[in-house]
């Protein structure tokens, strides 16, 4: 553990013990938390997919339980997001806004709070994509034990055998558990192919395949041949995360423990082809969140009014196992929810993004209701081009062939390199988001309300971007801003480097 952590812990440690210990152990809830690696909501079967049959174990969980029809997560790339989940914080307060963690973050995460409850933790897949620090506070790394072996992230078996694994040492130890399972699919690479796209002999096959001719193709991408292709090998991949739910579940099952054990399930942000993974759209965004705790949350319950998001994880999380949620948590439990109440104030979600895998800043701010969709782009001059883990895609590739002879294309693919510096979309009759309604004078009040709405959440949590969103169209701020942002990337890798450094002494 980050020895910064430990001042943070003495600090909560009696009142988290003190409001824990009015559960007993027989009453606190077993926790299992399974995510999917770059699903989006809508290749859910309970979530309206337009491909049949694409998630059987995923649609009877949800029928066992709640489905949020307007979840989201904050961040649409991997580990700023997941840090988001389990830290209840907004990435610019946890300080991990990209692939890097950070010295002494001065927080607790979910693995804490439930080691100090009394909980047995273990983790599958995603341990440093999951955490602030090294090393990690979980008490086991399931793919690290012997009796697993060397098995693989993409073979469904790994899952059912990791979680059964990880509730007998809780068993053996005494203890309520709480795991957090994070399956690799339908991330790249996609079943059938290497990390370049080319075919494998992939010996995890799926219960299901799916073909070009069948699969649905998102608005925001073209029909077109080898865009089908890639799709195919997403959706088998799809229904191969599934499969691994199916294994988790049964493993639960087997286990005795499936009543006294609320599941959690959701996608760390959406698929990974351009205008979905590492932007701000809403199918970027949009989580398929199902939630079964039996005796507490009706069955079937399907809750399409409330806007929820991954920053409100933790505080409902705590709740659930009686743990009092600390003042610094941004998010706010939706507890009430899960027992079929209502709750104020949840029509809107707040969402940002600031650096790719590889360090390229790109800083991003937005709200979305459940019918506007406003994005502030302060990285966007008309010369500073956007990278994204998207455009090694076969997808992109090929769209930068059709957009030769196809103009429309063209400008969507100039608009996700270069951006606009302000967008605003009617998510509610056009959720691909292909018509920025920013500059349209039918539009220009609701634009407004949104912007005051943005900078009325940023003055609230101090996000350091509020001055160049207040100043947005001075041309010369923005690029001081940016320069800035390349200094601090610049400190964080090396920051990163002193990090690795110290683990290897």
């Not at 009759?429 to 539009?443: E, F, I, K």
């Amino acid at each position: 553990m980050s020895p910064g952590i430990y001042s943070i812990w003495i600090v909560l440690i009696v009142g988290l013990f003190s409001t824990a210990a009015a559960l007993s152990a027989q009453e606190k809830p077993n926790l299992l938390l399974i995510t999917v690696d770059d699903m989006n909501a809508d290749s859910v079967g309970v979530f309206r997919s337009q491909l049949a049959d694409t998630t059987p174990n995923i649609d009877h969980l949800a029928k066992e339980g709640i489905r949020f029809e307007r979840a989201h997560v904050q961040v649409a790339n991997c580990m700023p997001s997941r840090n988001v989940m389990w830290s209840g914080l907004y990435p610019h307060s946890n300080r991990v806004e990209g692939f890097y963690q950070v010295m002494n973050p001065g927080y607790l995460t979910l693995v804490d709070y439930a080691k100090l409850a009394g909980y047995f933790t273990a983790i599958q897949h995603k341990d440093h994509d999951s955490s602030p620090y090294t090393p990690y506070a979980w008490d086991v790394s399931l793919h690290a034990l012997p009796v697993l072996g060397n098995q693989s992230i993409k073979d469904p078996k790994s899952y059912g055998l990791a979680t059964a694994e990880a509730i007998r040492l809780a068993k053996q130890a005494g203890k309520p558990f709480y795991l957090l399972i994070n399956i690799a699919d339908p991330h790249v690479p996609f079943f059938g192919l290497n990390r370049k796209g080319e075919p494998i002999d992939d010996p995890f096959v799926p219960s299901r395949l799916y073909h070009p001719d069948e699969v649905p193709v998102p608005g925001f991408l073209p029909d077109d041949p080898v865009v089908r292709e890639e799709l195919a090998h997403y959706y088998s991949s799809v229904r191969r995360a599934d499969d691994a739910v199916g294994e988790i579940l049964q493993a639960l099952k087997s286990s005795g423990e499936d009543n006294s054990t609320l599941v959690m399930f959701l996608s760390d942000h959406g698929m990974p082809f351009p205008f979905a993974k590492t932007q701000l759209y809403h199918w970027s965004t949009r989580t398929p969140l199902v939630i079964r705790w039996p005796g507490v949350i009706e069955a079937g319950f399907v809750d399409s009014e409330h806007m929820v998001s991954a920053v409100d994880l933790l505080p409902t999380l705590l709740d659930s196992i009686g743990v009092a949620v600390p003042a610094n948590i941004q998010g706010r439990t939706f507890m009430p929810l899960l027992k079929g109440e209502t709750q104020d104030d949840r029509d809107s979600v707040f969402k940002m993004y600031m650096e790719n895998a590889a360090g390229g800043r790109s800083p991003m701010r937005a709200v979305e209701s459940p019918q506007f969709l406003y994005i502030f782009n302060p990285w966007s001059n008309g010369e500073r081009t956007m990278h994204s883990a998207t455009n090694n895609t076969r997808t992109y590739r090929r769209m930068l062939q059709l957009a030769k002879r196809d103009q429309q294309l063209a400008g969507r693919l100039e608009l996700l390199s270069h951006r606009q510096l302000e967008e605003f979309y009617d998510v509610r009759s056009d959720p691909d988001c292909l018509v920025n309604l920013v500059n349209d004078p039918a539009y220009s009040a609701e634009v407004e309300r949104y912007r005051g709405m943005l900078e009325s959440w940023m003055r609230r949590l101090q996000d350091p971007m509020l001055p160049v969103f207040s100043d947005r169209h001075d041309a010369a701020k923005l690029a001081a801003y940016m320069r800035d942002q390349q200094r601090q990337t610049d400190e964080r890798k090396h920051w990163a480097r002193a990090i690795k450094a110290r683990l290897e002494m």
